[in-house]
């Protein structure tokens, strides 16, 4: 009996033998369109796990430039903004050694006055300056101006809102890097030392130490005018005293032969011709003593006038003085100021301005130095000169914080820099090692489309001469 080919079995072999062939053409021509050797998991299991884990890495390594990019436009914004806030010490600096100039008038002082308040404003923006929607000063907290202005006992005062804590980055993997700096270490830095008095009333630090920062306003009020024994002279009060300002304890000279007044180691004032009702005497601190000599008959006189008084921190509660205290404690229990006196050589009445060295912000240094220059408590020449001294010190305190600031922000740009070179580094070497495992070999992968054309073709050929059938096939 002889063995015979079913024409099933034929048919079955010539279309296993066409589908091998035409998937393999397919795929040819897949690889070759999409440039990937691994099209799908199976064509490569393991290498298909490889390249899932390299892109992986390529994706956090993207996320980490991008990030890299967004700080350091922020860096720069800040390190740029800081360098403007130099230059602008550096003009202050050179307006305030002219303001020193003992030959200059008040229109002159006032003119250096006007540019210290263009200045502050200038500063202030800087400080509020912003990268986009968020400030570079405000620490974490960006959705706020980080400095406002804010009333302080009747003077307007720039207050600092922000945080302490510096937005970060993570520029690698465990790298985290601050891109900001908080306006508080870069404008308003604190370096505590003494605290200091205008020279308005002739007040002095107490032996306790103090507490707080900024600026202050100790108000010092004439309560009563004790004349002493002034009326047996035929001299009396103007207004009761209602207008002095004098405070303490002041010897009172009169002078008859010569028609002169002095108040303790103030101005000789001469005495007019008829004696007036109100001859105003000031002693060396420019306390105030009103005199009605309309009763005076020309005798000398020497004696003590004083001016009874209290003072006060938060312009609401008033301590009475003795002028004997050497340690008087007076706060502010709103702001948290504490400060104490040595009021034994307290002689005149007014506002006398108290400050926390090391504890001003640059805004209210240049207000406080415009003040200063207006003279408004009109201070002699030498206190107006020991004042803008002692801003020249606080001046130079803040430029070169603010120089550190920028410091610190070039340095974080520069590590930054290096930071994006090393990731374009690890990207361009994991992209080559994904190219080696992933990509398809186009010479080879054209040759395989050339052999697997052919090879259709053949199975095609093939196929159609083994289907060749007909009715004799069967016959015989």
């Given at each position: 009996?002889?063995?015979?080919?079913?024409?099933?079995?034929?048919?079955?072999?010539?279309?296993?033998?066409?589908?091998?062939?035409?998937?393999?053409?397919v795929r040819a021509q897949e690889q070759l369109s999409s440039g990937k050797r691994i099209l799908r998991p199976s064509d490569d299991p393991t290498g298909a796990a490889r390249a899932i884990r390299l892109e992986r890495q390529l994706s956090d390594v993207d996320r980490y430039r991008r990030a890299i990019t967004q700080g350091l436009s922020t860096v720069d914004s800040g390190a740029a903004s800081l360098t403007?806030?130099?230059?602008?010490?550096?003009?202050?600096?050179?307006?305030?050694?002219?303001?020193?100039?003992?030959?200059?008038?008040?229109?002159?002082?006032?003119?250096?006055?006007?540019?210290?308040?263009?200045?502050?404003?200038?500063?202030?923006?800087?400080?509020?300056?912003?990268?986009?929607?968020?400030?570079?000063?405000?620490?974490?907290?960006?959705?706020?101006?980080?400095?406002?202005?804010?009333?302080?006992?009747?003077?307007?005062?720039?207050?600092?809102?922000?945080?302490?804590?510096?937005?970060?980055?993570?520029?690698?993997?465990?790298?985290?890097?601050?891109?900001?700096?908080?306006?508080?270490?870069?404008?308003?830095?604190?370096?505590?030392?003494?605290?200091?008095?205008?020279?308005?009333?002739?007040?002095?630090?107490?032996?306790?130490?103090?507490?707080?920062?900024?600026?202050?306003?100790?108000?010092?009020?004439?309560?009563?005018?004790?004349?002493?024994?002034?009326?047996?002279?035929?001299?009396?009060?103007?207004?009761?005293?209602?207008?002095?300002?004098?405070?303490?304890?002041?010897?009172?000279?009169?002078?008859?032969?010569?028609?002169?007044?002095?108040?303790?180691?103030?101005?000789?004032?001469?005495?007019?011709?008829?004696?007036?009702?109100?001859?105003?005497?000031?002693?060396?601190?420019?306390?105030?003593?009103?005199?009605?000599?309309?009763?005076?008959?020309?005798?000398?006189?020497?004696?003590?006038?004083?001016?009874?008084?209290?003072?006060?921190?938060?312009?609401?509660?008033?301590?009475?003085?003795?002028?004997?205290?050497?340690?008087?404690?007076?706060?502010?229990?709103?702001?948290?100021?504490?400060?104490?006196?040595?009021?034994?050589?307290?002689?005149?009445?007014?506002?006398?301005?108290?400050?926390?060295?090391?504890?001003?912000?640059?805004?209210?240094?240049?207000?406080?130095?415009?003040?200063?220059?207006?003279?408004?408590?009109?201070?002699?020449?030498?206190?107006?000169?020991?004042?803008?001294?002692?801003?020249?010190?606080?001046?130079?305190?803040?430029?070169?914080?603010?120089?550190?600031?920028?410091?610190?922000?070039?340095?974080r740009s520069q590590r930054l820099s290096i930071s994006d070179s090393r990731a374009a580094d690890v990207e361009v070497g994991l992209q080559g090692l994904l190219s080696n495992i992933a990509d398809a070999d186009l010479a080879e992968v054209a040759f395989d489309l050339a052999r697997s054309d052919y090879l259709l073709q053949l199975a095609q050929a093939s196929g159609a001469r083994l289907l060749q059938t007909?009715?004799?096939?069967?016959?015989?």
């Open positions: 009996m002889g063995f015979r080919i079913g024409t099933f079995s034929t048919f079955r072999r010539v279309l296993l033998g066409l589908r091998q062939n035409q998937l393999a053409n403007s806030a130099s230059n602008l010490m550096i003009q202050a600096r050179e307006l305030l050694i002219q303001g020193m100039n003992g030959t200059l008038t008040p229109d002159d002082r006032e003119s250096l006055a006007d540019q210290f308040d263009l200045i502050r404003g200038q500063l202030l923006e800087l400080g509020n300056d912003r990268a986009g929607d968020l400030f570079l000063f405000g620490g974490t907290a960006t959705g706020d101006k980080p400095f406002v202005e804010v009333d302080d006992g009747g003077i307007r005062r720039i207050r600092y809102i922000g945080n302490g804590d510096g937005q970060t980055i993570r520029a690698g993997a465990s790298i985290d890097v601050d891109i900001t700096i908080s306006g508080e270490r870069a404008f308003g830095r604190f370096e505590p030392s003494a605290t200091l008095y205008g020279g308005l009333s002739g007040v002095k630090r107490g032996t306790t130490a103090d507490e707080g920062r900024g600026y202050a306003t100790l108000r010092f009020r004439h309560d009563s005018t004790d004349p002493g024994n002034l009326g047996a002279v035929g001299i009396a009060l103007t207004n009761g005293g209602l207008s002095d300002t004098l405070l303490g304890a002041n010897d009172l000279v009169i002078d008859g032969a010569n028609g002169t007044v002095r108040l303790g180691t103030g101005p000789v004032v001469e005495i007019p011709a008829p004696p007036p009702t109100d001859l105003v005497v000031e002693n060396e601190l420019g306390g105030k003593l009103h005199l009605d000599l309309s009763g005076y008959a020309g005798a000398d006189y020497a004696g003590v006038v004083t001016g009874n008084g209290s003072v006060s921190l938060d312009g609401t509660t008033y301590a009475a003085l003795t002028f004997a205290e050497t340690d008087l404690e007076v706060s502010d229990e709103e702001s948290g100021r504490v400060i104490h006196l040595d009021t034994t050589g307290v002689r005149r009445a007014g506002d006398e301005l108290v400050e926390f060295a090391g504890t001003t912000n640059a805004f209210d240094l240049m207000q406080q130095i415009a003040t200063d220059l207006r003279n408004g408590d009109g201070l002699s020449s030498d206190k107006v000169q020991s004042r803008l001294n002692s801003r020249l010190e606080d001046l130079d305190r803040h430029h070169k914080n603010i120089l550190v600031g920028a410091g610190t922000l070039g340095a007909s009715l004799l096939n069967y016959l015989g």
